[in-house]
């Protein structure tokens, strides 16, 4: 019998993209000896994405849906596919088809030679704007550099997982999920392949750039906790330079010049007083991050599902 292959495609806003999808699918799959599923996750979609899918859904016996409660991102969205999806090899992609089918024989041939994870790399993206593209250059750059892991960039949730590793990542509970990182983490037999990304067909992206300052900072401190050292390095080397304002600040007092100094002393205050909030900052997001993770509260929470 042949294996059973499912894709994963978080949703948020794609009622003009998935029946694209499903048709690219559809017919790809009809040449390669594999049975299918396909799994939607609807990520709290403020448009007709979850008519669209739900009537797929009916019309066909191998197209499935997860409906969360709200939006709960794209990272979490896709988590819920994986932990429900029931293939022997579990393929993510965006629904935007902007990560081209034509790459899955590909994805799929690798697995059959072994290797548990094919991760994609995109080369470059057609139609991308300037903006996106230096920043997620610079993402990347800094991220390898700072984090304790190595991502490719160009790093896309693009790609295809063994069902074991997939079962392992399911036990994964933490709440600020950076998958792109964790799949480098987790091990396993993995190769990577280059593709050429599609503009996007239909909506715009959501990822605006305060979702990307967001998404860079948490791939950060999920990795790395080398910006807390960075925070100590810096107020010691501040902390210890200003002592030799000391000197200074004795010979104005016993010259009588004192009043003068008033704005070396502003500086003073306005220089370290921005320092100690960037520092509270660094430290703050890390506790952010211990305090969403102690609620311990679900990633996601399922609202409607058609898989049995
Ligand atoms: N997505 C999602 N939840 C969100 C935002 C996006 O499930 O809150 C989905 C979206 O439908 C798409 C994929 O995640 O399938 C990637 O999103 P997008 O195309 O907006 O990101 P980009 O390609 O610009 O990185
Ligand atoms: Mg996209």
């Known amino acids: 019998m042949s294996s059973l292959i499912s894709i994963v495609v978080p949703s948020y806003n794609e009622e003009k993209n998935v029946v694209v999808l499903y048709r690219q699918i559809d017919t790809l799959f009809a040449s390669l000896d594999y049975n299918y599923e396909l ?44 932990d429900r ?27 059959e030679q072994g290797f548990d994870i094919v991760t994609t790399q995109r080369e470059k993206t057609d139609g991308q704007r300037f903006l996106k593209k230096t920043t997620s250059h610079l ?29 392992v990542f399911s036990n994964f509970n933490e709440n600020q999920l950076f998958i792109r990182g964790l799949v480098h983490w987790l091990g396993f037999k993995q190769k990577t392949i280059s593709y050429t ?17 967001r998404f860079a900072i948490d791939g950060f401190t999920s990795f790395s906790s080398k910006p807390l050292w960075i925070a100590i390095y ?41 320092l100690q909030l960037m ?11 211990i305090f969403t993770e102690v609620k311990q509260r679900p990633q996601y929470i399922i609202k409607a599902t058609n898989l049995p």
Do not use: C
């Open 39 to 82: 799994l939607f996750v609807n990520d709290g979609s403020t448009d007709n994405t979850q008519q669209v899918i739900e009537q797929l859904g009916t019309q066909t016996n191998n197209v499935f849906f997860i409906q969360l409660s709200r939006n709960f991102g794209h990272q979490a969205a896709l988590k819920a596919g994986l």
């Open 234 to 274: 810096l107020g010691f080397f501040f902390a210890s330079t200003s002592l030799l304002f000391v000197p200074y600040i004795l010979w104005s007092y016993f010259t009588g010049v004192t009043v003068p100094g008033w704005s070396s002393v502003l500086l003073t205050i306005v220089f370290f007083g921005g």
């Open 139 to 167: 993402f990347y750059k800094l991220l390898n550099s700072i984090a304790d892991i190595k991502l490719h960039p160009g790093a896309a949730d693009f790609r295809l997982m063994d069902a074991k590793v997939v079962r």
């Open 85 to 111: 999806a029931r293939g022997d090899a579990i393929i993510s992609m965006d629904a935007d088809l902007q990560h081209p089918t034509k790459i899955i024989p590909e994805l799929l041939k690798n697995w």
């Open 197 to 213: 990304a599609d503009a996007r067909l239909n909506g715009t992206s959501s990822y605006s750039l305060k979702k990307m300052v």
């Open 279 to 289: 520092v509270l900052g660094i430290i703050g997001t890390y506790i952010g991050k």
